[in-house]
């Protein structure tokens, strides 16, 4: 399926899709993606299991978190991350919904209190993505790549399609700018900018951008 796409002002145009060179480069990326992911396999194998460990004796519940969301073309795909929240999170969430400080169908707490201790240091390091690597190695997902979101395809405009059009990536312009940013219009427009110059130096550079993220602790 191939979703139609709109455009709404200020969103910079897609055309990706019909260039010849978007095909080519799409295999390219997913022999990029096979090949770190076994070059880093052993590393991120430790790390995991220490992470796992430590949800595991931090709170109880179970070590990851798994959801459905949409994919490219908006296919459903269920991703996986380590747990961060208590095990009864989404039902505490309609009781602190008056502090939700950004527009629907965003929710952000400042000071969650839901979020664990151990939650917290994966969450800055982004070290709970890391399941992800499993969604890589199957195909759902790449390395770089508008972020699979929770918000429900059916409430997109039209123009918010626009994300669908390439694989879903583990971080990407979103995961990396998109905190200093103040709503979903604001950060799908950078998936947009993603797309618009994709390329595999583009992937790389923000790979290495994460990698510096996850080593200073300065996500969220």
Known sequence: MTIGLGR???APSLNRRYYPDARRYLRIKRVFDLFFCITILIPV????FLCAVAVRLDSPGPVLFSQLRAGKDGRLLRIYKFRTMVANAEELKASLAHLNVLPPPDFKIPNDPR???VGKFLRKTSLDELPQFVNVIRG????VGPRPCSISVRSYDLWHCERLEVPPGITGLWQLEGRHVSTF?????LDIKYIESMSLTTDIR???RTLLVVFKGSGE
Request: aromatic share 0%; no cysteine.
């Open 185 to 189: 219009d604001e950060r799908l427009r």
């Open 140 to 143: 759902e997902m790449s390395l």
């Open 8 to 10: 709404a002002p200020g």
């Open 206 to 208: 923000l790979i290495l």
């Open 45 to 48: 194998l430790i790390i995991a």
């Open 115 to 117: 979020i664990t201790r």
